[in-house]
């Protein structure tokens, strides 16, 4: 599973740099954020997530990361996408990464990354990410400046959370 989740980071990095990487295609469908257009997401939860977070990181010394509300628009949408499929993944429906989700909304693509999970609480969600490994390393980075968060209830009643992490670097 680490290397799994160290793979899907290495190609998302290399494919925000717009480096073309062998045998990997876009998606064909657009990447238009259009993918639950019904889901409103659970407002409270989507900031408790970016909170503990920005809890995570003070307790380590870091810089708080800004609220963005183009990150957040992505992560909601995807959070809500991850909840109608009923699986836990960065790739959406549509084939689409968070750097096709970023460009969608015209954010700038250099170093976005997105974090995933599904049920418990926006903390409980963030303390798994805070285990050693690569998400780790993405939650208490310092290449990121903003963050965006989006938390989307199923139908099964579980709660779908997606944080998205980026620095503007226009």
């Known amino acids: 599973m680490k290397r799994l ?3 899907a980071t290495c190609v998302l990095a290399l494919s925000a740099c717009q480096m073309p990487i062998p045998g990997l295609t876009a998606p ?13 997401g659970e407002v409270d939860a989507g900031l408790r997530l970016s909170a503990a977070v920005n809890a995570a990181r003070a307790a380590e010394g870091k810089n708080a990361l800004a609220s963005s509300a183009e990150l957040d628009r992505i992560a909601l949408a995807h959070a809500c996408d991850m909840a109608r499929m009923g699986r836990v993944d960065v790739a959406g429906s549509n ?7 970023a460009r969608s909304v ?10 995933v999970g599904a049920g418990g609480t926006p903390e409980g969600t963030v303390n798994a990410w805070l285990v ?39």
């Open 28 to 40: 064909q469908a657009p990447a238009d954020q259009a993918l639950a257009t019904e889901c409103r």
């Open 95 to 101: 084939g689409s990464n968070v750097v096709d989700r």
């Open 132 to 170: 050693p490994g690569p998400q780790r390393e993405q939650v208490l980075g310092q290449l990121s400046y903003q963050i965006g968060s989006g938390v989307a209830r199923g139908a099964d009643g579980r709660l779908w959370h997606s944080t998205v992490l980026g620095n503007n670097c226009r």
């Open 5 to 7: 989740s160290l793979a």
């Open 106 to 115: 015209g954010y700038p693509t250099c170093g976005v990354v997105q974090l």
